[in-house]
């Protein structure tokens, strides 16, 4: 079957991912995609490859609408090998001296990946290159989310062509997004939390110039899950909305526990957070995976975090979330630490001091209880979390 023309002349060419679970650290319960188009004018062209392992797959693809020898230059709008992956194998198919246009860092990360000696044709915001009837712009998105990072933008059929920006780790049967709903935006909201986070400043400024520039922009065609066809406005506007990071008037309690006692312990600041009527939810580290949590906290005000102290340390999990939380820079976040220990207790003080490092300011004293809380200590457990519930309730700036 001929892949499917997402414009007149502009196929979709790229893959589906079905069976991916864990996307370097993220979890895809959906599988992915990794997107790529084809643009047949005067000159054929190809936006991005894929995934190493599916380069036949991706060649197929092309085979299915024109030979992939006729492609004219191919365009790599992002090093990471989840689009550039295949490139050896799309050269080699095409032609080893055929053209390939990146931007300038692209050209030199790629050398990086790549020994081979490709024809590179390195370009800088607002360079453009004509197909024929159609003129492609090129505009540089350094650090959205790497270096080499750039979009490509199609003047004529007003597509812009984002590589990771707008993307969703979702595979599905559809293509567009009007065809999943609104649910998308939950998975597009969990890339942009999970992998967009650290440069939410670069972002806002990107669509600042985007705005400044009155691009005619009909349809935004990422490369990972749907594409914006209805209404792209409709993620430019959430993706402004998210670089804002305003956080909701929510929390979240994130936790691991040996004998269960740092779970009661969580349950009960939990139900506290909850009588202060903030939402919020309780989050087992083992049973939810940390980009989901990642996810809630970036919608939430109040970040909980609960360990027990394994070896004078914190639980290997909660360091693992830590770790990968503190990389991801939230703002705007206000948090507390609280954990059961059985004679030494340092994790509730290492939390303190990982919320500090991510200058998330402390609205309680941490909370600490020797091996099993009693009923006092649960009392206690749910006053602390009242109290952090009426600061979520009372902060400036927390939407509901
Ligand atoms: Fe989808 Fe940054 O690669």
Redesign the pocket.
Known sequence: MEPLQVAPGIYSVGVRDWNIRDFHGYSTDLGTTYNAFLILDEKVALIDSVKKEFADELLANISRVIDPRRIDFVISN?T?L??AGSLARVMHRIGEDKPLICSKMGAKNLARHFPQKWNYRAVGSGEEVRLGRRTLRFLETRMI??PDSMFTYALEDGILFSS?GF?QHYAGPETFDDEVGDRILHHAKKYFAN?LLPYTGLIAKLLQQVAELRLDIRMICP??GVLWRSNPTKILEAYRTWCRQEPGRSAVVVYDTMWHSTEKMAEAINEGILSAGVPSRPMHLRAWHRSEIVTEVFDARALVVGSPTLNNGLFPTVADFLCYLKGLKPQNKIGAAFGSYGWSGEAVRQIEEELERMKIPRVQEGLRVTFVPDAETIAACHAFGRAIGRAVAESPGASS
């Open positions: 992002h990471e989840d689009h989310h790497w990771d993307g992998i490369d990972h």
